[in-house]
């Protein structure tokens, strides 16, 4: 009797460890592959790794973007904000109408929703962060024209 207690309890348990894990995903390390960054929406040389790509079920997506040295986004806007967390190098980010700002590793950038910007590494210093972005009726970013490299670097 007091087997087949345990293997009962057992069985529950693994069963609520099972279920448990469905709702918990993971995608391993290495998927999916790095892309580079589309010519329409970045200048230079840009890797991101999508760690979580948004749909319905999902609120947002969540990637790792490496710039290389003078690299950078074009103007763009996200309908629902993004978040940014510095974890490499150094670089910049700008509202437009507003200076460039430095950010390096450890720093932590929200950008309101519909707030017009651009942001990517400094000219001489590589720069990574991980983008979490959110979604507003499926979409996450409304790309624009390309940054000059007069607003790049005005000096």
């Known amino acids: 009797m007091g087997k087949r207690l345990i293997a009962a309890g057992a069985s529950v348990l693994i069963s609520t460890s099972m279920a448990q894990a469905q709702g918990i995903p993971i995608s391993p390390a290495g998927t999916p592959t790095t892309m580079i960054g589309a010519a329409q929406n ?15 079920a999902q609120q947002g997506s ?27 190098g150094k670089g910049w980010i700008q509202q437009d109408g507003q200076p460039r700002q ?3 590793a ?11 910007h651009w942001h990517g590494a400094a000219t001489t210093t590589g720069m990574r962060h991980l983008a979490v972005t959110y979604l507003k009726n499926g979409k996450n970013a409304d790309w624009k024209e390309l940054v000059s490299d007069a607003q ?3 000096h």
């Open 42 to 56: 970045f200048s230079g040389h840009v890797a991101v790794d999508i760690k979580a790509a948004g749909d319905s």
């Open 62 to 88: 969540v990637g790792m973007v490496d710039f290389a040295p003078g690299a950078r986004t074009a103007w763009h806007t996200h309908p629902a904000g993004q978040l940014l967390v510095v974890t490499d």
């Open 102 to 104: 430095n950010i390096q």
């Open 106 to 116: 450890g720093d932590v950038v929200w950008i309101d929703a519909d707030v017009r």
């Open 152 to 154: 790049y670097n005005p």
